[in-house]
């Protein structure tokens, strides 16, 4: 299927991965630098349950760029390992630690995630994934000297859990205005965004965005989609980090296209982005209810402006394509 019905395998911020359960728990918080009147330039956000034997690695990685204006929000979904203690091993005092009494889901804890954070910008990181060195202040320059734009995006390395890399991922390329970003990814029913690990957004831009727990795979994307709503989009065009492959990861555990089928069409609907192509899209890679969802919208996706849009994000493939093939090839000076 090419990239058409691409879920990011980056790691979930607003979607299921977290399971659900009421294990009862003292709530924690600690706070290492006393100075919560303090707002920093940027927050790195990481909602994390029980990846503890990961964490070291992703803050590790934060504190390796170099930068004095930002703070670091941990906020732990219940975990049942030793997630605070390694934390607290760390005694920096950019470091904000908040324990939720019980689990309450993946998507809320992103939320807590956003309403906890104190930066002008906002960076998510999920627990498993490491940054690679540099990447905050090349997202950062791009928010601080282009107002305009409201989120910034990566390419990053998929690696195993061992952190040896397998490959790597690249996202829409460039600069664009957020609309035709929206239209790429609604129109072939793909996310070419990324996952939270990738992206780095204004805080502005997300006033009154949470992400929706009724999605089961495509809330980060939602998310992604509302933030473009409110601004351009940037695109650094390198790796920004190693997207660590496990058994828990939404790599591993991705639907069948049918249910991707099905959270696109709900995605296209609260969005009123039907149009030719991905009503041939879903019609193709969705089973029999997708095919009657398509038939009830086909004369509305099937105006002079909506073909436009088909149009536009069939070019928009090509580009991205050739982009990438000239890039693979291109000669590097020994």
């Given at each position: 299927m090419m990239d058409v019905l691409r879920h990011s395998s980056s790691s979930s911020l607003f979607g299921s991965r977290s399971r659900v359960c009421r294990d009862k728990a003292e709530?924690?918080?600690?706070?290492?630098?006393?100075?919560?009147g303090e707002e920093p330039l940027l927050t790195i956000?990481?909602?994390?349950?029980?990846?503890?034997?990961?964490?070291?690695?992703a803050i590790a990685s934060i504190l390796r760029q170099g930068m004095d204006d930002f703070e670091i929000?941990?906020?732990?979904?219940?975990?049942?390992?030793?997630?605070?203690?390694?934390?607290?091993?760390?005694?920096?005092?950019?470091?904000?630690?908040?324990r939720n009494p019980s689990n309450l889901g993946a998507c809320e804890n992103g939320n807590r995630c956003l309403g906890n954070s104190r930066g002008r910008y906002i960076k998510f990181l999920c627990a498993d994934d490491v940054l690679l060195d540099g990447i905050l202040r090349k997202q950062l320059n791009v928010l601080e000297t282009r107002p305009e734009v409201a989120l910034v995006t990566c390419n990053y390395l998929s690696?195993?859990?061992?952190?040896?890399?397998?490959?790597?991922?690249?996202?829409?390329?460039?600069?664009?205005?957020?609309?035709?970003?929206?239209?790429?990814?609604?129109?072939?029913?793909?996310?070419?965004?990324?996952?939270?690990?990738?992206?780095?957004?204004?805080?502005?831009?997300?006033?009154?965005?949470?992400?929706?727990?009724?999605?089961?795979?495509?809330?980060?994307?939602?998310?992604?989609?509302?933030?473009?709503?409110?601004?351009?989009?940037?695109?650094?065009?390198?790796?920004?980090?190693?997207y660590r492959r496990h058994p828990n990861s939404d790599y591993v555990t991705n639907c069948p296209p049918e249910i991707h089928v099905h959270e696109y069409l709900r995605l296209v609907s609260e969005f009123n982005w039907w149009n030719p192509l991905n009503c041939v899209l879903a019609s193709l890679f969705g089973g029999t209810e997708s095919r009657r969802v398509v038939k009830e919208h086909w004369r509305q996706a099937c105006t002079p402006g909506r073909l436009a849009g088909?149009?536009?994000?069939?070019?928009?493939?090509?580009?991205?394509?050739?982009?990438?093939?000239?890039?693979?090839?291109?000669?590097?000076?020994v």
């Open positions: 709530p924690s918080s600690f706070d290492f630098s006393n100075m919560t956000a990481i909602p994390t349950f029980n990846c503890a034997h990961f964490l070291p690695d929000l941990i906020v732990d979904n219940a975990s049942e390992d030793n997630t605070e203690e390694v934390v607290r091993s760390f005694e920096n005092r950019r470091i904000r630690y908040i690696t195993d859990r061992n952190l040896n890399i397998e490959g790597v991922c690249v996202e829409f390329p460039g600069a664009h205005p957020g609309r035709r970003v929206i239209n790429f990814c609604l129109s072939r029913m793909t996310n070419c965004v990324g996952g939270p690990s990738n992206i780095m957004i204004r805080r502005a831009a997300a006033a009154g965005v949470v992400g929706d727990a009724t999605y089961r795979l495509l809330a980060d994307l939602k998310f992604n989609l509302q933030i473009l709503e409110h601004g351009a989009y940037v695109n650094i065009d390198e790796p920004g980090y190693l088909s149009l536009e994000a069939s070019a928009d493939l090509v580009y991205k394509r050739l982009l990438r093939f000239f890039n693979e090839r291109r000669v590097v000076p």
